[in-house]
């Protein structure tokens, strides 16, 4: 798999450096010239290339043509969109995905239809679901945030506690996915009944997420 | 009609002025507040600090009710994204994006945004200056506008 990294900084540098002991051929655009060699230098595998990553020309330089991903990462956001938009429409890569530096743009970047990456807001949501006990929490967005993968953890309190799964009167847009109880991974049928302690990872939409939180843990 | 425009330098300032004189409602944004001193003190629009591609300061310059927009910073791709957002979020109907880069105005000329390349207007205006030429020039404003100037020849015989 082709992947091109747009932004030779720390985060450029460091996925290109994770990425190129795997499976992946590993591309990196970088504009300043001096930032490129000393990638170039430090960087073992990995094609790097002295260019603009928002002029087409050097995109294609770098092999755009042929990449599965392109993520770009620079510091810069209206930089990261007009990358990720080139790669999308002009050269069609089937997977884009922008690094966001001010958590600010992140909506608007989504509803231009472009994937986010933003350290803020994953670790607004990390310290969020440390404090949280007893309650959903989103593990992954997936779908441009329309889906996704949830884990509820239960109580003594919980609605669903000894029924059978098939009783459950679940949101027509979720599926209980599997159970974790202790070390155990249980994945659930019809009979399975659900015990105080046990997390339940569910996939459901959005609109249904609170729906879902609803029928597991009960109203607030 | 309510006008927004992005990046106050000698294009955006000289913009603002004369939207502003001829009765329009005129808000323009730029990064820095020294720029605002290009407007002059008879300016009567409003001016806000701040990065034009934040909606928030979008939406405090009124976009939800603005009729035109004008993205003339001097970042081309500062430029675009401001002009997608106004366009595509906020539906604004008139919105019009200043690219240096022709190759990127061209492409995102397709994209369905109403760029303008100054870059390749001054080079065809220098080129009609030097040759003197009597032919025309022109270039396109969007799909629908365009300019086209005309050189009367220094001929004495014409009429």
New interface residues.
Partial sequence: MYVLIVGGGKVGNSLAGALSHGKFEVALLEKNETFARRSAEELDNVLVIAGDGCDPARLEDAGINRAQVVTAVTGDDEDNLIICQLARDTFGVPRVIARVNNPRNEITFQKLGIDTVSSTTIITKLIEEETTVSDMFSLLALKRGKLSIVEASLDTKSPVIEKPIKDLKLPADSILASIVRGNQIIFPKGDTRLQPGDSVIALVTIEQEKALRETLLGKE | MHIIIVGCGRVGAQLAQALSSDGHNVVIIDKKTESFKRLGSDFNGITITGVG????ILKRAGIERANALAAVTN????N??VS??AK??YNVPQVITRIY?P??AD?YKK?GLNTISTTSIVAEIFKSAILKKSSKFEFAIGDDVGLVEYRAKEDKGAA
């Fill in positions: 591609f934040d909606s928030e970042g081309d791709n500062s675009i994204m997608e957002i595509k979020i880069d190759l990127r492409i994209f």
